[in-house]
Nanobody, 117 residues
Framework: QVELVESGGGLVQAGGSLRLSCVAS????????MAWHRQAPGKKRELVAL???????NYTNSVKGRFTISRDNAKNTVYLQMNSLTPEDTAVYYC???????????WGQGTRVTVSS
């Protein structure tokens, strides 16, 4: 069983930055894609950033130019650097990996980000 563990959330003022981390219990080469999703209170979970293995990263429009997804293969870790945060970014952020072997989705437990105005 693969585990994904997020960290790095917290409370930050508008305009500030946070970096989220997602550590996988196995090599992230086991995943075709790694992604960050978020779910704001009362809203559906949405895709924030997607990183295909060897492909081009994609971002939802609202975070383009502010968020950056990256990976450190040696550490089995995926990051989400979030800059110029706004209260609209307040949500629980989830790490997601899709297995290259089974196409199953794996999820972390989530890390909460709160942006105050």
């Amino acid at each position: 069983q693969v585990e994904l563990v997020e960290s790095g959330g917290g409370l930050v003022q508008a305009g500030g930055s946070l970096r989220l981390s997602c550590v996988a219990s196995r090599s992230i080469f086991n995943f075709n894609t790694m992604a960050w999703h978020r779910q704001a209170p009362g809203k559906k979970r949405e895709l924030v950033a997607l990183m295909p293995n060897g492909g081009t990263t994609n971002y939802t429009n609202s975070v383009k130019g502010r968020f950056t997804i990256s990976r450190d293969n040696a550490k089995n870790t995926v990051y989400l650097q979030m800059n110029s945060l706004t209260p609209e970014d307040t949500a629980v952020y989830y790490c997601n990996g899709r297995s290259r072997w089974t196409n199953s989705d794996y999820w972390g437990q989530g890390t909460r980000v709160t942006v105050s105005s």
